[in-house]
């Protein structure tokens, strides 16, 4: 699916593509000085800002989020550029990769978003409506590093790979979906009943 079509099933900001464009452009130039993201060439960045995107197609609206290891910026850049009017919390250890975040919410002017450098589990002063994560850690782990973040209707939004069915046989998740879109399983647990 291209780009273009799936903005049009998508509610997204007015102003996304031509965010993104000045993204692809910002990643291609710090990336070959930083190595900010394995790949860089334009397809695999839309690929990316794709699969990103894709899930505010299936999930409920939320108001904040925070993005667990955003690195380059998937998916939690790409989110807060496609809906300015959520709070936008992303999480990242990695100076590097901070100071690139930064420079692309300060070039963008994104008021919605907030870059914190440090490591979830030593975070204790936001509390999110939804949690995304990308390729950092298995689903477990992820829930029990944050606690700390969450509210006691915290949705999670955990974009995963071909683990998915052994991750979700070690928690005790009853209200959740897997929706695939081609490599991709998009783990997302509901806001209510849940009890881990």
């Not at 609206?61 to 998916?75: H, V």
């Not at 496609?82 to 070039?107: D, G, H, M, Q, W």
């Not at 029990?144 to 955990?158: E, G, P, R, S, V």
Request: charged letters at 30%.
């Amino acid at each position: 699916m291209a780009l273009k079509e799936l903005l049009k099933e998508i509610n997204i900001d007015k102003e996304f593509e031509h965010r993104c464009q000045t993204f692809i452009t910002l990643l291609q130039q710090w990336g070959k000085v930083h190595n900010l993201s394995g790949r860089l060439d334009k397809e695999d960045i839309i690929e990316n800002i794709e699969d990103s995107i894709y899930p505010l197609k299936f999930i409920e609206k939320y108001e904040s989020f925070a993005d667990i290891g955003t690195g380059a910026g998937y998916p939690g850049l790409i989110l807060a550029m496609a809906n300015a009017n959520a709070k936008a919390y992303l999480i990242e250890p990695r100076l590097k990769r901070v100071s690139f975040l930064n420079f692309v919410k300060n070039t963008l002017e994104l008021k919605n978003v907030e870059v914190i450098a440090n490591r979830v589990e030593k975070i204790n002063d936001i509390k999110v409506d939804l949690i995304t994560s990308r390729a950092v850690t298995n689903t477990k782990l992820l829930l029990d590093l944050t606690t700390n973040i969450k509210k006691d209707d915290t949705a999670y939004l955990f974009y995963k790979g071909t683990l998915l069915e052994d991750e979700i046989q070690q928690v005790k998740i009853n209200n959740y979906d897997v929706v695939n879109r081609k490599d991709r399983n998009y783990l997302y647990i509901k806001k209510e009943n849940n009890d881990f």
